[in-house]
């Protein structure tokens, strides 16, 4: 069982900027990936970025030029640097992870842009 832990959620006002951060309980490179979605009021969960294993990054092109995936391997942990944040990015977001055919998710972060 990997444990997956979210910080870095909060209120910024549009245009601002917001890293959160997702520590695994488990060594990175045993995992096949790990990523961030999203979910926004009354809609579907969605992807935001992820990273493999061997480092490929995929980046939903609603966020791509503005949101960045990364990740410590010594600290088992992923960022997600969001910048240039637009209403419409409001959602919680989730850290997720998967070990085949294993699926983990962290427990959410909200985040809300608003003036």
């Known amino acids: 069982q990997v444990q997956l832990v979210e910080s870095g959620g909060g209120l910024v006002q549009p245009g601002g900027s917001l890293t959160l951060s997702c520590a695994a309980s488990e060594s990175i490179f045993s995992l096949n990936h790990m990523g961030w979605y999203r979910q926004a009021p009354g809609k579907q969960r969605e992807l935001v970025a992820l990273?493999?294993?061997?480092?490929?990054?995929n980046i939903a092109d609603s966020v791509k030029g503005r949101f960045t995936i990364s990740r410590d391997n010594a600290k088992n942990t992923v960022y997600l640097q969001m910048n240039s944040l637009k209403y419409e990015d409001t959602a919680v977001y989730y850290c997720?992870?998967?070990?085949?055919?294993?699926?983990?998710w962290g427990q959410g972060t909200q985040v809300t842009v608003s003036s």
């Open positions: 997720n992870a998967i070990r085949s055919p294993s699926v983990y």
């Open positions: 990273i493999t294993r061997g480092g490929f990054i």
